[in-house]
């Protein structure tokens, strides 16, 4: 049986393994006869050519400035990541240990909005960043998804939890609210804002439909986006194409090897018991 769970493991792992192999064997091939040639065979999966010419194209084009459409991402995905954290964090422990008798039911409306399709939204938003003027900037690529229900929800799952006992203690000490969010609840959330940050990553680093919709010319571009262009300007060279997306690959796989590691250990070294 054990044997049986590896094996279903390597199955499944090839599934998504194989597709990156092929995105970085045709990276690496310069010709682009050969990567046609090459299509549905073994080949198409291994590398038989070492050249870093189509990462050197992708890097050096003056049309495509993948640099700038890097940085763009990594200030958006960071500074979105950040705020995010402290807003829904906040809103979820204020509705968990706050005041009023109301909090139920905020709680509930902010629960309903995840039956909400997402780009229904998108219309109503792009009318309001249009009258505020900022279609093509930073700020409206970040400010939209700040607020998150289902994060929300899921901070508030964790928080609701904490002891009561320990939040009264706390009040005994003299600790505000905030001060109890801070120096208590937060660090404590650590697997929470793990799998928060893994989940808001993701969407912001291949969020399309947003930029697509916000963004007019390159310099508040996102990878996303740049990507869909370069393809549009590229069909023909597969090589760039596959660079492309590889380069594009590289951070979202050393930012979940790296918050994994993080993720295991918040889990084992981080808990609330009652």
């Not at 493991?9 to 040639?37: G, K």
């Not at 009264?168 to 801070?182: E, I, M, N, P």
């Not at 380069?247 to 918040?266: D, E, G, N, T």
Request: charged residues 10%; hydrophobic residues 55%.
């Amino acid at each position: 049986m054990q044997y049986f769970k590896y094996f279903l493991a390597f199955i499944l792992s090839m599934f998504i393994l194989i597709p990156l192999m092929m995105a970085v064997t045709i990276s690496l091939n310069p010709s682009n006869t050969d990567i046609l040639a090459n299509m549905g065979s073994w080949k198409s999966f291994i590398p038989q050519v070492f050249s870093f010419d189509n990462y050197r194209a992708v890097w050096s084009d003056p049309y495509h400035p993948f640099g700038l459409y890097l940085f763009n991402t990594f200030l958006i995905t960071s500074i979105s990541l950040t705020l995010s954290l402290v807003v829904n964090s906040c809103a979820a422990f204020s509705l968990a240990w706050g005041e009023g008798k109301y909090r139920k039911y905020i709680l509930a409306a902010i629960i309903s909005v995840l039956a909400i399709p997402g780009e229904s939204l998108v219309l109503p938003q792009l009318l309001m960043v249009s009258k505020a003027n900022l279609v093509d900037t930073y700020a409206v690529q970040i400010l939209p998804g700040l607020a998150n229900a289902f994060f929300i929800f899921l901070f508030y799952q964790f928080f609701s939890k904490i002891p009561k006992d320990l939040i009264d203690a706390a009040r005994v000490d003299g600790f505000s609210l905030f001060q109890t969010y801070l120096k208590i609840a937060l660090p404590l959330s650590k697997p929470v804002c793990v799998t928060v940050c893994i989940l808001h990553f993701l969407g912001i680093w291949n969020s399309y439909l947003w930029p697509i919709m916000v963004t007019r010319g390159p310099e508040v571009r996102p990878l996303s986006v740049a990507m869909a262009a370069y393809f549009g300007s590229n069909q023909t060279q597969w090589g760039n194409v596959m660079a492309f997306a590889v380069c594009m690959a590289i951070p979202v796989i050393i930012f979940f090897l790296i918050i994994q590691r993080q993720f295991i250990a918040s889990i084992t070294g981080s808990s609330v018991k009652g």
